[in-house]
């Protein structure tokens, strides 16, 4: 899990997979126009079942 700009959002984003690249820059327009958001992005979506 990566958190990015998550201390007192208003807003929080969850992403994972290829989609997750971009929520950072939606992060940052969201920032100019006055809104506290954040991105938690999960890195592992399934747990390794097998060592």
């Known amino acids: 899990v990566e ?6 959002c208003q807003v ?3 992403s994972f997979g ?3 690249r971009a ?3 939606a992060v940052e327009i969201a920032a100019e ?3 506290k ?6 890195r ?3 747990q390794k079942l097998f060592p």
Not at 3 to 8: F, G, L, Q
Not at 37 to 42: H, N, S, V, Y
């Open 33 to 35: 126009q006055g809104i």
């Open 23 to 25: 929520v950072p820059g």
């Open 44 to 46: 592992t979506v399934w």
């Open 18 to 20: 290829c989609k997750s």
């Open 12 to 14: 929080g984003i969850i």
């Open 3 to 8: 958190a990015y700009n998550v201390d007192n």
């Open 37 to 42: 958001a954040g991105d938690i992005r999960l």
